[in-house]
């Protein structure tokens, strides 16, 4: 295994061991969503970046902030990190920790709805390649 591959292997399974709580429990209802299509997996990577859960098929990418992420620094590099991610052609859903402990239903529905939307329009792609 090349030296870059293996470091990002190794890197990816870090992440996956130091998930925080709301990761964990929000990969617990992420990983059975019943959409065809549809599997997330954790910290793969994309490019340099392994974002916090990835489904490759309908091109979506969840992402669990912490309150590091509202540092002036940090969002910097999020946006770019974002715009890097939709560049290849990524839909990219942020959510707080705090909505993931407080508000749980809702953001299970907005990843279905964003799931639904990204088949749907990857769906449209497709067609009109055809």
């Not at 090349?2 to 964990?24: C, I, V, Y």
């Not at 707080?96 to 088949?119: C, F, G, Q």
Request: hydrophobic fraction near 35%; avoid cysteine.
């Amino acid at each position: 295994m090349p030296k870059l591959d293996r470091f990002k292997l190794q890197s990816a399974q870090r992440l996956r061991a130091a998930m925080t709580d709301e990761e964990r429990l929000l990969w617990r209802h992420l990983w059975r969503i019943p959409v065809e299509g549809t599997h997330f997996r954790r910290q793969a990577s994309v490019g340099i970046y392994f974002p916090d859960f990835i489904s490759h098929r309908p091109k979506l990418i969840i992402e669990v902030d912490g309150a590091h992420h509202s540092f002036d620094g940090q969002q910097r590099h999020d946006e770019r990190r974002t715009k890097w991610l939709e560049s290849q052609g990524y839909r990219v859903v942020r959510f707080w920790n705090h909505e993931i402990k407080n508000e749980l239903d809702s953001v299970l529905d907005t990843i279905y709805a964003a799931v639904e939307e990204r088949k749907s329009h990857l769906g449209q792609q497709d067609a009109e390649g055809a």
